[in-house]
């Protein structure tokens, strides 16, 4: 299956620093890319949504100059956590979107996943 | 609204079946997807199903009937290592993926 890598998978950091988390599909062109936050025994929340060389489009709730995307090619999308709190503290997961496998339906994959723990 | 309807909880014994159940509404319909989450791990994709019928795939398989808005995820021989929570997913008219809340699947012996 396809597959996309996520970078780094655990970390752990002082209250008030930023933190950058990257997103790579590594064997195929991600026409989108997702970032979803997940606390303890909950559902996936999406955050936003981007695509390649666009501005990303946060849901809401989601504050857009805490959580920085960028999105520089088609297999490359970080989230930065700025000025992260312990209220942050979370499992991060992207996911990308594309062909993949020589199927002929884009399908989302996704990433491990980051833990981040905000000290 | 866009909603995604589909049990908290099921359980089921190791070499048994089992059918978990999604019921979806979407502004537009572009397929409906299956992912497994084991606890502490991300998803990974198990299906995708944009026309009507069943998709066989090893021990699992995924039905989708669009008039009745209506899948499920079928599993076959089941194992201790199927315990996990499986997510349907809709994708909708902007390609956008509508998720369920998931249904945690409890294997026991």
């Known amino acids: 299956g396809a597959v996309v890598s996520q970078h780094p998978s655990r970390v752990i950091c002082k209250s008030g620093t930023s933190v950058k988390i990257e997103c790579r599909s590594l064997?195929?062109?991600?026409?989108?890319m997702f970032w979803y936050r997940q606390f303890p025994k909950q559902s996936l929340m999406l955050m936003a949504t981007s695509n390649e060389g666009s501005k990303a489009t946060y849901e809401q709730g989601v504050e857009k100059d805490k959580f920085l995307i960028n999105h520089a090619s088609l297999t490359l999308s970080t989230l930065t956590v700025t000025s992260a709190h312990p209220e942050d503290s979370s499992f991060y997961i992207c996911?990308?979107?594309?062909?993949?496998?020589?199927?002929?339906?884009?399908?989302?994959?996704f990433g491990p996943g980051t833990r981040l723990l905000v000290l | 609204g866009q909603n995604i309807d589909q049990p908290t909880e099921m359980t089921a014994t190791e070499g048994a079946i089992v059918q978990i159940n999604c019921t979806y509404q979407?502004?537009?319909?572009?397929?409906l997807f299956w992912y497994q989450q084991h606890a502490g791990e991300a998803p990974t994709f198990l299906s995708y199903?944009?026309l009507d019928g069943l998709e066989e795939k090893g021990r699992f398989s995924s039905f989708l009937s669009r008039s009745k808005g209506y899948s499920y995820l079928l599993l076959k021989e089941l194992q201790m290592k199927d315990s996990a929570s499986y997510l349907c997913?809709?994708?909708?008219?902007?390609?956008?993926?509508?998720w369920g809340a998931g249904t945690k699947l409890i294997i026991k012996p």
């Open positions: 064997d195929f062109q991600a026409t989108t």
């Open positions: 979407t502004s537009g319909f572009n397929g």
């Open positions: 996911s990308a979107r594309g062909l993949a496998g020589g199927t002929q339906q884009e399908t989302q994959y």
């Open positions: 997913a809709g994708m909708d008219s902007n390609y956008q993926l509508i």
């Open positions: 199903n944009v």
